[in-house]
């Protein structure tokens, strides 16, 4: 057995229960959430999502984008 999947495995084992990605900053998720308001979150209005934030923003963030998946 490869000894490199096996501490593959015990690693994910570790991890179970924990958020992956980033740390979503609630003042940044309270910013995306009031400016997306009542608009459904559906994958086919990312690109609207994501030009609405560049719009209001000037930029899109890291942190933005955080918030938004977590959204």
Do not use: C, F, W
Request: aromatic share 2%; proline share 4%.
């Amino acid at each position: 057995m490869d000894t490199h999947l096996s501490s593959d495995v015990k690693q994910d084992n570790r991890r179970r229960g924990r958020k992956k990605g980033r740390n979503v900053k609630p003042a940044v998720l309270s910013e995306i959430r009031q400016l997306l308001g009542e608009t459904p979150r559906r994958p086919d209005l990312l690109i609207e999502i994501l030009h609405r934030i560049q719009d209001r923003m000037g930029y899109i963030s890291v942190d933005h984008i955080a918030a938004l998946a977590q959204e």
